[in-house]
């Protein structure tokens, strides 16, 4: 049989926070944009455009090195191509590779740095990547799609905060100052992720493709975002310790 409750327990429970519900995307709202965005380009060019729609959005949204070869006139794609060939992408499997890493990675990095600096990060290691890959191909012609360039900036970044987590928020962010060169190389965990990365972008490279994508790997592209945001992460962390 159940027990009478008193007046005064009524109210108490009246008092009682709710449980605290947890959203269905856990993801910051600017990795969700950027996840958005991506998405919804890609269902725009394989639903909605012709073959030739498609063929112009890429001549005017991808980066192309030899448009920056002094060859042509330039005109207003190339300043802008340099930041929107980052949501373009070349196939539903080059897509969700990437939005899976752009959670993974970008999720502590933008809970740590906040929108507007994660933005700004995203972008500055997206013109890395292109800036080594145009270094390296500047008369090449195909064009250059995906964000994967500056997923490897965010992925150079956490090697710089060695992973560590801070959930205490409710939210996880990279904790701690980005750590110095020095310790950087002394841990064991940072080396070996360092290491696997790198062969791994150049066994993709020099192979050519990587299993579920259609297409060349640009593995330049990525060691370029990756140096960016393993080098420049302190620009644009906002957390900065007391000296």
């Not at 009478?4 to 009682?16: K, R």
């Not at 992925?155 to 110095?180: T, V």
């Amino acid at each position: 049989m159940s027990e009478p409750v008193s007046p005064s327990e009524i109210e108490q429970q009246d008092d009682a926070p709710e449980p605290r519900r947890e959203p269905v995307f856990n993801l910051p709202s600017v990795v969700l944009a950027v996840i958005g965005i991506c998405i919804a380009v890609h269902l725009v060019r394989v639903y909605l455009l012709t073959d030739d729609q498609d063929f112009a959005l890429l001549v005017r949204a991808a980066f192309i090195p030899i448009r920056h070869s002094g060859r042509y006139d330039l005109e207003v794609y190339a300043f802008t191509s340099p930041f929107t060939y980052a949501f373009l992408h070349g196939g539903w499997a080059h897509l969700l590779i990437n939005m899976v890493w752009l959670a993974a990675f970008g999720s502590p990095l933008a809970n740590r740095f906040g929108a507007l600096r994660f933005a700004l990060f995203f972008a500055v290691t997206g013109l890395a990547a292109v800036a080594l890959f145009y270094v390296l191909h500047p008369l090449g012609e195909a064009p250059l799609v995906g964000a994967s360039g500056a997923i490897s900036g965010m992925m150079g970044a956490a090697a710089r905060f060695a992973f560590r987590i801070d959930r205490s928020s409710g939210r996880g962010a990279f904790a701690g100052a980005p750590l110095p060169m020095t310790e950087v190389f002394r841990s064991r965990g940072v080396v070996t992720f360092l290491g696997v990365w790198m062969v791994i972008n150049l066994v993709t490279g020099l192979i050519g493709f990587a299993p579920g994508v259609d297409g060349q790997i640009a593995w330049e592209a990525h060691i370029g975002g990756f140096v960016a945001g393993f080098f420049g992460v302190r620009a644009f962390d906002r957390r900065r310790p007391l000296e």
